[in-house]
């Protein structure tokens, strides 16, 4: 009876001090919780935007922006490769005194000032920046906000250094896939691979640099006979023997040739099993795309430097392409190229995305490859380059680890800048984001919604 009086008395003050503590823990809690806490969201603002130009191997210069605020928490931006500072700068007048976390208000008010291919620089860094920014006061990463990740990795793809001899370009090739250890491979073949070798290429003579290398291909009378597209096939051969037929293979820079010399040649490289061939003409020619497309088995990607979501959806609706390929730091930034791939998706296209700028840029990119269903593979123009990932800290090294990178779990991008790495890379002549007074004013009068 003692024995069991004790026991009871026993159990009765264990299941009390359980109580207990289970009220001590269920005290009152912050109301803003997981958030920085040298932030106070609702009274965030805007103080100020400075940029530094990355200069590296490979397409570059690379603008990289800070925006800071008045609470100390700051966002990393980066403007599209070989572009200027401007885009951004004159941009920054119309969100000094904003909250960086109205995202998609800020972003309404700057889309007009951006455009194709490098004019969206300005808009797009500083939404990049302001997702940062977002990140960091709620302590998460970008992904999550855009509502999780698909993958925990997310695959790379690289081209290969070019060579006028076949065997070793396949050779570069395997080193790319064996040494590397990438999983999707691109390579970049076109026209200037016959220079020299005569009834190769039919083209008009005394054409001037413009003609050959800007003026739109159905323009050029530029065409390409059996013979180059023999030539030609020997080099896609050449890569194929040398990484087999197992690992995805692109093509890029077929050069400006006529759509006919473009359907010849998809169908020559049929055995080859391309992933696809890409800007076979401008994006803007729907119906030749699409006509393109339809004519020959070989995979047609486009979009690199596309801007507004209601091209690529035209391009999808239409069937145009096969793929999309948009270009993160062109085509809207982090929120809106997530929501090219949703929308791609209702159309059943897969998306590629390109990219050839700084571990800041990678980022965003890695983020919103994660948290998009149909994403293939992110380009990466820099693996060559051995002091790329050290701009930047916070991350898993190496960044491109055998053919994929980590998706970062930090706030924000998940990275911040090495200082000393990018002093020692800027630009000559230019500062380490020096103060941009000059821009703090108003240039011009905007949209009346915004005004």
Request: with cysteine; proline share 6%.
């Given at each position: 009876?003692?024995?069991?009086?004790?026991?009871?008395?026993?159990?009765?003050?264990?299941?009390?001090?359980?109580?207990?503590?289970?009220?001590?823990?269920?005290?009152?809690?912050?109301?803003?919780?997981?958030?920085?806490?040298?932030?106070?969201?609702?009274?965030?603002?805007?103080?100020?935007?400075?940029?530094?130009?990355?200069?590296?191997?490979?397409?570059?210069?690379?603008?990289?922006?800070?925006?800071?605020?008045?609470?100390?928490?700051?966002?990393?931006?980066?403007?599209?490769?070989?572009?200027?500072?401007?885009?951004?700068?004159?941009?920054?007048?119309?969100?000094?005194?904003?909250?960086?976390?109205?995202?998609?208000?800020?972003?309404?008010?700057?889309?007009?000032?951006?455009?194709?291919?490098?004019?969206?620089?300005?808009?797009?860094?500083?939404?990049?920046?302001?997702?940062?920014?977002?990140?960091?006061?709620?302590?998460?990463?970008?992904?999550?906000?855009?509502?999780?990740?698909?993958?925990?990795?997310?695959?790379?793809?690289?081209?290969?250094?070019?060579?006028?001899?076949?065997?070793?370009?396949?050779?570069?090739?395997?080193?790319?896939?064996?040494?590397?250890?990438?999983?999707?491979?691109?390579?970049?073949?076109?026209?200037?691979?016959?220079?020299?070798?005569?009834?190769?290429?039919?083209?008009?003579?005394?054409?001037?640099?413009?003609?050959?290398?800007?003026?739109?291909?159905?323009?050029?009378?530029?065409?390409?006979?059996?013979?180059?597209?023999?030539?030609?096939?020997?080099?896609?051969?050449?890569?194929?023997?040398?990484?087999?037929?197992?690992?995805?293979?692109?093509?890029?820079?077929?050069?400006?040739?006529?759509?006919?010399?473009?359907?010849?040649?998809?169908?020559?490289?049929?055995?080859?099993?391309?992933?696809?061939?890409?800007?076979?003409?401008?994006?803007?020619?729907?119906?030749?795309?699409?006509?393109?497309?339809?004519?020959?088995?070989?995979?047609?990607?486009?979009?690199?430097?596309?801007?507004?979501?209601?091209?690529?959806?035209?391009?999808?609706?239409?069937?145009?392409?096969?793929?999309?390929?948009?270009?993160?730091?062109?085509?809207?930034?982090?929120?809106?190229?997530?929501?090219?791939?949703?929308?791609?998706?209702?159309?059943?296209?897969?998306?590629?995305?390109?990219?050839?700028?700084?571990?800041v840029c990678c980022m965003a990119n890695v983020h919103c490859a994660a948290a998009t269903q149909n994403f293939l593979a992110l380009e990466n123009h820099s693996l060559d380059v051995p002091w790329?990932?050290?701009?930047?800290?916070?991350?898993?090294?190496?960044?491109?680890?055998?053919?994929?990178?980590?998706?970062?779990?930090?706030?924000?991008?998940?990275?911040?800048?090495?200082?000393?790495?990018?002093?020692?890379?800027?630009?000559?002549g230019t500062g380490y984001f020096e103060p941009t007074d000059q821009w703090n004013e108003k240039?011009?009068?905007?949209?009346?919604?915004?005004?």
């Amino acid at each position: 009876m003692m024995n069991r009086r004790r026991l009871l008395k026993g159990s009765a003050a264990a299941l009390a001090g359980g109580v207990l503590g289970s009220t001590a823990i269920a005290e009152p809690r912050p109301l803003f919780q997981n958030v920085n806490t040298h932030s106070s969201p609702s009274d965030l603002k805007i103080t100020d935007l400075r940029y530094a130009i990355v200069v590296k191997p490979g397409p570059s210069p690379c603008v990289l922006i800070r925006i800071d605020t008045n609470q100390g928490v700051y966002g990393l931006g980066e403007i599209r490769d070989i572009a200027g500072p401007n885009y951004a700068l004159v941009l920054k007048s119309r969100i000094l005194g904003e909250n960086p976390l109205n995202i998609t208000y800020l972003f309404n008010k700057l889309q007009q000032f951006g455009g194709p291919s490098r004019q969206a620089g300005g808009v797009v860094a500083i939404e990049m920046a302001l997702w940062d920014i977002a990140g960091k006061v709620y302590n998460i990463p970008i992904y999550q906000m855009l509502g999780g990740k698909w993958r925990d990795r997310v695959r790379v793809y690289a081209d290969t250094t070019e060579s006028m001899d076949p065997k070793e370009y396949g050779q570069r090739a395997k080193e790319r896939k064996e040494v590397m250890g990438l999983t999707w491979i691109k390579m970049d073949l076109g026209i200037n691979v016959l220079e020299g070798i005569p009834n190769t290429v039919m083209q008009p003579s005394g054409q001037s640099r413009w003609e050959q290398h800007d003026l739109p291909h159905p323009f050029t009378a530029t065409e390409v006979t059996d013979k180059g597209i023999d030539r030609l096939c020997e080099y896609v051969a050449a890569v194929r023997d040398a990484i087999g037929m197992e690992i995805p293979l692109s093509m890029d820079h077929l050069g400006h040739i006529g759509p006919n010399s473009v359907i010849r040649l998809g169908k020559a490289y049929e055995k080859f099993n391309l992933e696809w061939m890409e800007d076979v003409v401008p994006w803007y020619y729907t119906d030749m795309l699409k006509h393109i497309t339809d004519s020959m088995p070989t995979p047609t990607i486009t979009g690199e430097d596309i801007y507004d979501i209601a091209d690529f959806e035209k391009l999808c609706a239409n069937h145009a392409v096969s793929k999309i390929h948009p270009d993160l730091a062109t085509s809207g930034g982090i929120l809106q190229t997530h929501q090219i791939g949703d929308m791609a998706f209702k159309y059943g296209v897969p998306m590629a995305m390109h990219f050839a700028g700084t571990p800041v840029c990678c980022m965003a990119n890695v983020h919103c490859a994660a948290a998009t269903q149909n994403f293939l593979a992110l380009e990466n123009h820099s693996l060559d380059v051995p002091w790329w990932a050290d701009l930047v800290e916070g991350v898993e090294k190496p960044i491109v680890n055998k053919g994929f990178i980590k998706v970062p779990e930090g706030p924000g991008l998940g990275v911040t800048l090495n200082e000393d790495m990018v002093r020692k890379h800027l630009k000559p002549g230019t500062g380490y984001f020096e103060p941009t007074d000059q821009w703090n004013e108003k240039q011009s009068w905007d949209d009346a919604v915004f005004s």
